[in-house]
């Protein structure tokens, strides 16, 4: 059913900090910010060559990834994504196993297709988030 | 300097139970249960299309992730893991750039091939590996 590990997404206290790093010190290929004001953060892509690494930092006062940052303040990976096929045939499945899926519906997520996200206390202590390939 | 994304390593309380949902539910290719002593874990692989994810469970009384595990009883995710061209002009330059390596020798990995860890406080509070491709 999972297919590629889309991205990583490593929450940050400072997006410039974290960026320049993988820029200057690690030599990756880093894109400009992007803010996401529907989805509380803004982002910045770390291209590497089989998949990306999305560095994200709070944006607005409800952002998702405030929690997080407050008791990690150093910052941490926050979830991971895979690619499915057929996200509601995926919900169906993992619900069908007993396993929690936090938004049953589907809602649009960053990179403009549909997202569910499973209960990390079901998921090895993980975020895991699933995306329509 | 740095290359794929070798792979993300997550800490989990129990393998077989974490096994058995990448492999049923999650429907993904899932390998035997590899004993590790000299690193303290037992890791089962699952290979994903671009990349692969390593469950780890500790193995023996010093297991390098027993305290991760204290801290996280539920798992999480414990590194991610770049492929670096070579890994001593790596070491380097993290340093040159005033950043903390772990192990400065790198040590043979659990591939292996030489890894060597950077320290979490200064990479957005995420152990970071580096292997040699």
Known sequence: MIGRLNHVAIAVPDLQTAADQYRHTLGAEVSDPLTLPEHGVTTIFIKLPNTSIELLEPLGENSPIAGFLTKNPAGGVHHICYEVE??????ERI????YRVLNRTPKMGAHGKPVVFMHPKDFSGTLVELEQA
């Open 86 to 91: 057929d996200i509601h045939a995926a919900v």
């Open 95 to 98: 619900a069908a196993d007993g």
